[in-house]
T-cell receptor
Framework: EPEVTQTPSHQVTQMGQEVILRCVPI?????FYWYRQILGQKVEFLVSFYNNEISEKSEIFDDQFSVERPDGSNFTLKIRSTKLEDSAMYFC????????????FGPGTRLLVL | GENVEQHPSTLSVQEGDSAVIKCTYSDSASNYFPWYKQELGKRPQLIID?????GEKKDQRIAVTLNKTAKHFSLHITETQPEDSAVYFCAATLTGGGNKLTFGTGTQLKVEL
């Protein structure tokens, strides 16, 4: 069964550095998402992406964040200048279509900002 | 925006007993309600979902009920097993836009032998 994959599994960075988190959504899916989960807390929506543009974003997704689909398979989340509070697990998800289609989550990238 | 409340935050049951987790949502327009199971350090995995045109859905030991009037939905697990131990998240969304899932705060379910 196809799965969403993410790299790296863990990332440690210094405050102020840029990080790029990578995701490969399920191949026939058209909708892509990023969520984050601070340790011990609930999963929070960051952004959804369809047809090469952002469909919706949350208040968390400020100017420090950007997303890109640089080729036909990858979907990336860039944090331009990381802050301590960006430390979290970042999950990528994808779904085949709108209309209540299941969002399938990747294994996550654990980001630690020091 | 949508807000999802989830109760209880922790639930401990004996193996073989039933477990019920309840969620309420605020946006009456929400029309899709998935439940995810998350084991420690792992990805959230969908276990069951329900759409707003249905009042109940069952899949083996797992069932979900939806009351649109009261804006609440519940997860029912029967004949619990130790492998059911995990954190369970409910979520809600209005499909057709950004598909943003708003999650509840999670329920830590522990099934004791």
């Amino acid at each position: 069964e196809p799965e969403v994959t993410q790299t790296p599994s863990h990332q440690v960075t210094q405050m102020g550095q840029e990080v790029i988190l990578r995701c490969v959504p399920i191949s026939n899916h058209l909708y892509f998402y990023w969520y984050r989960q601070i340790l011990g807390q609930k999963v929070e929506f960051l952004v959804s992406f369809y047809n090469n543009e952002i469909s919706e974003k949350s208040e968390i997704f400020d100017d420090q964040f950007s997303v890109e689909r640089p080729d036909g398979s990858n979907f990336t989340l860039k944090i331009r200048s990381t802050k301590l509070e960006d430390s979290a697990m970042y999950f990528c998800a994808s779904s085949r279509a709108l209309g209540g289609e299941t969002q399938y989550f990747g294994p996550g990238t654990r980001l630690l900002v020091l | 925006g949508e807000n999802v409340e989830q109760h209880p935050s922790t639930l401990s049951v004996q193996e073989g007993d039933s477990a019920v987790i309840k969620c309420t949502y605020s946006d009456s327009a929400s029309n899709y309600f998935p439940w995810y199971k998350q084991e420690l350090g792992k990805r959230p995995q969908l276990i069951i979902d329900i759409r707003s045109n249905v009042g109940e859905k069952k899949d083996q030991r797992i069932a979900v009920t939806l009351n649109k009037t009261a804006k609440h939905f519940s997860l029912h697990i029967t004949e619990t097993q130790p492998e059911d131990s995990a954190v369970y998240f409910c979520a809600a969304t209005l499909t057709g836009g950004g598909n943003k899932l708003t999650f509840g705060t999670g329920t830590q379910l522990k099934v004791e032998l």
